[in-house]
């Protein structure tokens, strides 16, 4: 410790007690500011004056706080009414400011769920992320797309529930494959009555709710009657669909636990590195887990990494009934309140100390020790090859984030901007950004104008100065030759930013593993044992991956949109008939008035309608 220490511990010592004096015995929410103004903490306390005297002496804290005691310059109140109120506040200021001596949880997506759409004529099942909408029920949280993806494939086997989206739905003349491999009952084209459709949704759902015994004897006993009637085909049906049931049974590891809804925590820390497994359990099924590696906020201990990760990582979903954890709460009864309102029923939060549930925590504890193994592994790898660049690059300043650019279309169609971006704990999803290419101004077969705008939407518009040279990566790669270097590099020279760039060019021996890299003023290849060449075709593979992905699902998205459904008044059925009646929406605007009036279900006001909307 230095010898300017003691004086830096007073003055923030100072700042604290000089504020103390003038803090109400009210619930509140509190802000430590350095000499900058950059948010140093955000906390919450049930009686502010009481909390914030704590930070009054240095003495008798972690070393942690002792370091963020003595950065104070100043601080920042914000009165509550109640302290779950000043809970729900400082979450939201902890992710605005992303403090350095909070805990924070970074990793903060919305996990899939399966939607089975009750508020159609023939529901269908699907994946779905995001806000609930009336007339749909949700299953889930699944911990991953694949997880979902499996499920619904189990239902599409089982139940034979459609997934397909409307548009196919309604403009179909025939059965699809699916059909054909029975994995769909084809309502599109009436093999099953809307009747029957529904008993087999509600199977479906009684399903995802766990109810499997049930269901496995309502099929055993349709596999009975069939073969008692002859039906030995159909019999077969029923028994496939038995069978498949008593595997996924089996496949559930914790079925014999009495756990029928609940999110296990399990927490490992080594140093001041931290992960955090979550095991979703809902209808006594295992839906997955997933890692999380919050910031501890340079040394918290455990219980408040788990507090804190709780508070943030149900402040944007929905909780379970019962939450499990090892350890037992400081702040339990206001995070049971916050959780029991963000669920909108009681929510229990409770650490067995011994039992079957207490090794399921040990197993996701376990989990939880070898994702940050890998984790810090992996980080230690990353490094060396970023240490690597440098040098092949001779560059003077660390590399921290890489930014990978790419474009994608198709003869110019739904032209699409990409970018993803790597540090040293590997890709940083959040990071990753789409830029749909929507100026008429730009020629979509141009792929240097698109680059230049993509540069320019990336670079040019700064609503936060701060946030905006925080994120701003070491190295740019772009997956182009020297044309596309010189465009990017005169975006940033417009905006005085001083970033490299590395072009991967298509080489004349690119089949044989060669690539062309554009730096600076020159041009070279790597050899092709070299790691640092296998780094940058990983990334440049993922960057167009993820260009390919984007552009396919905006490519979908547009084929499948229908001029149909611009017309005011035209629901899915009339949109049915009307397609299955003249083959096209192309040819539905061609057709006359009597035409449109031949088609069932058209009256002579939705003719007009259509007629003028094709035709003004």
Same mark, same amino acid.
């Given at each position: ?14 700042? $604290? ?11 509140? $929410? ?27 002496? $240095? ?20 009165i509550t009414e109640t302290e779950l109120e000043a809970l729900l506040l400082e979450q939201n200021l902890i992710k605005k400011y992303n403090p350095r001596y909070n805990v924070l949880l970074k990793d903060d997506k919305s996990f899939p769920q399966i939607a089975i759409t009750r508020n159609k004529q023939f529901p269908q099942v699907t994946k779905y992320r995001g806000k609930k909408v009336d007339g749909v029920k949700y299953f889930g949280p699944y911990a991953s797309a694949t997880a979902v993806n499996n499920a619904i494939n189990y239902i599409q086997k089982i139940f034979q529930l459609r997934n397909c989206r409307d548009s196919n739905f ?18 599109? $084209? ?10 087999? *949704? ?91 590696? #919050? ?51 009681? *929510? ?32 230690? /790898? ?6 690597? *660049? ?38 940083? +999803? ?13 020629? #979509?077969?141009?792929?240097?104008? &698109?680059?230049?705008?993509? !540069?320019?939407?990336?670079?040019? +518009? ?24 010189? *465009? ?11 970033? #490299? ?37 990983? &990334? ?21 949109? /229908? ?9 899915? +059925? ?7 009646? !003249? ?9 006359? =008035?009597?035409? =449109? ?18 035709? /003004?």
């Amino acid at each position: 410790m230095t010898q300017s220490d003691p004086n830096k511990f007073s003055q923030g010592e100072k700042v $604290v007690s000089s504020i103390v004096k003038t803090l109400p015995n009210k619930p509140g $929410v509190y802000r430590m500011l350095d000499d900058t103004g950059s948010v140093l903490y955000v906390g919450k306390a049930k009686n502010l004056k009481n909390r914030v005297s704590s930070y009054s002496r $240095v003495t008798g804290h972690s070393l942690r706080i002792g370091r963020m005691i003595s950065a104070t310059r100043d601080m920042n109140f914000f009165i509550t009414e109640t302290e779950l109120e000043a809970l729900l506040l400082e979450q939201n200021l902890i992710k605005k400011y992303n403090p350095r001596y909070n805990v924070l949880l970074k990793d903060d997506k919305s996990f899939p769920q399966i939607a089975i759409t009750r508020n159609k004529q023939f529901p269908q099942v699907t994946k779905y992320r995001g806000k609930k909408v009336d007339g749909v029920k949700y299953f889930g949280p699944y911990a991953s797309a694949t997880a979902v993806n499996n499920a619904i494939n189990y239902i599409q086997k089982i139940f034979q529930l459609r997934n397909c989206r409307d548009s196919n739905f309604y403009g179909r003349s025939r059965a699809c494959l699916l059909h054909y491999i029975n994995k769909c009952s084809a309502p599109c $084209v009436g093999k099953i009555s809307e009747e029957e459709y529904s008993k087999t *949704v509600d199977e479906a759902e009684n399903f995802l709710l766990g109810k499997h015994t049930e269901i496995k004897d309502n099929l055993q006993s349709n596999m009975l009657q069939a073969s008692k009637n002859l039906d030995f085909e159909r019999a077969a049906f029923y028994r496939d669909r038995i069978e498949l049931i008593a595997k996924i049974q089996s496949s559930q590891n914790i079925n014999n636990l009495n756990v029928k809804d609940a999110d296990i925590i399990g927490l490992f820390k080594l140093g001041n590195e931290v992960c955090i497994q979550v095991f979703f359990i809902r209808s006594y099924e295992n839906r997955g887990n997933h890692a999380f590696f #919050p910031k501890t906020g340079g040394g918290a201990d455990d219980i408040e990494i788990i507090e804190n990760f709780i508070a943030q990582f149900y402040s944007t979903k929905i909780p379970a009934r019962e939450i499990l954890i090892s350890y037992s709460l400081r702040n339990n009864e206001v995070l049971i309140n916050f959780l029991t309102e963000r669920r909108n029923q009681k *929510v229990v939060v409770r650490s067995p100390s011994r039992g079957r549930v207490k090794d399921l925590i040990k197993t996701a504890e376990k989990n939880a020790k070898e994702a940050l193994e890998r984790k810090i592994a992996m980080k230690a /790898s990353q490094k060396s090859l970023f240490e690597e *660049v440098e040098t092949w690059l001779k560059l003077e300043k660390k590399i921290k984030k890489i930014e990978v650019y790419d474009n994608s279309h198709i003869q110019g169609s739904f032209p699409i901007g990409c970018l993803v971006a790597i540090n040293l704990d590997g890709y940083s +999803k959040s990071d990753y950004r789409k830029y749909n290419i929507e100026d008429s101004s730009i020629n #979509p077969k141009d792929d240097l104008a &698109i680059m230049g705008h993509v !540069f320019e939407r990336r670079f040019g +518009k700064i609503e936060n100065l701060e946030d905006f040279k925080k994120n701003l990566p070491d190295l740019i790669v772009i997956d182009g030759g020297r044309n596309q270097m010189n *465009v990017a590099s005169a975006v940033l020279k417009k905006y005085k930013l001083e970033i #490299p760039i590395l072009a991967i060019a298509k080489g004349e021996k690119r089949n044989e593993g060669r690539e062309d890299f554009y730096f600076q003023d020159r041009i070279f290849s790597f050899p092709t044992s070299s790691s640092v060449l296998f780094f940058f075709q990983r &990334i440049r593979d993922e960057v167009h991956r993820f260009a390919i992905g984007a552009h396919r699902n905006k490519r979908s998205s547009g084929i499948n949109k /229908s001029e149909l459904d611009e017309v005011y008044g035209i629901g899915p +059925k009339k949109k049915k008939e009307l397609l299955q009646h !003249f083959g096209s929406a192309k040819e539905v605007g061609k057709a006359s =008035l009597k035409d =449109l009036l031949g088609v069932k279900g058209i009256s002579k006001n939705s003719a007009e309608i259509i007629f003028n909307h094709f035709n /003004s």
